[in-house]
């Protein structure tokens, strides 16, 4: 269940503890909560987005994609701590048909072999599914970048051919069909 309180019993910021699964943090702050969400509302999708909690992330809601609701890019926080964001993931439909969805992601060259692109990578792809609906999800790699290819492996996508760029450029497609 993810909801909203009205405000942070620990830094009195208005709105911003989250809870997810029973689970609490303050979403500016990423102080910690008593897991339990008794009574917490549902947090409306709206045009924004939801912050999304892992178990040592925060998942701040950066530019929501304004023609689609529940779509579009978060910055990734390790959580409890007040610092810069690590990186940036995103779920953003593509196409002229806008009917694919991708799956992007980019995580700071201080922040990597950490496990972080995959654990923000897998809450965004769980909102997807569970708020969203979605059954499939695209995503590109350059052929010679070999970690993000192990990430999107480790998620359950597919290498599925090629795409072309028109620099003459080809990048790798990946494919995610839903495990509901």
């Known amino acids: 269940m993810i909801g909203l309180a009205e405000r942070c019993p620990f830094c009195s910021a208005p709105a911003p503890v989250v809870w997810v699964h029973g689970r609490g943090q303050c979403s500016f702050c990423g102080t910690d909560r008593e897991?339990?969400?008794e009574g917490a509302p549902e947090l409306p999708l709206g045009s924004g987005l939801p912050t999304l909690?892992?178990?040592r992330l925060v998942l701040r809601p950066g530019a929501a994609e304004p023609s689609a609701r529940g779509y579009g890019m978060w910055r990734i926080f390790r959580a409890g701590r007040g610092e810069l964001p690590v990186g940036e993931v995103a779920l953003l439909p593509r196409?002229?048909?806008r009917q694919e969805v991708e799956l992007s992601f980019r995580i700071d060259l201080?922040?990597?072999?950490?496990?972080f692109a995959?654990?923000?990578a897998q809450a965004v792809i769980d909102h997807g599914e569970r708020r969203l609906g979605l059954d499939e999800l695209v995503a590109f790699t350059d052929p010679d970048h070999?970690?993000?290819a192990?990430?999107?492996a480790r998620l359950g996508f597919v290498a599925d051919g090629r795409h072309a760029l028109a620099e003459g450029e080809q990048l790798v497609v990946w494919r995610r069909r839903s495990g509901r």
Do not use: F, H, N, Y
């Open 95 to 97: 196409g002229q048909d």
């Open 110 to 115: 201080m922040a990597r072999g950490q496990g």
């Open 118 to 120: 995959r654990e923000a």
């Open 146 to 148: 070999r970690a993000p």
């Open 150 to 152: 192990r990430i999107l």
């Open 53 to 55: 909690i892992t178990e």
């Open 35 to 37: 897991p339990s969400c």
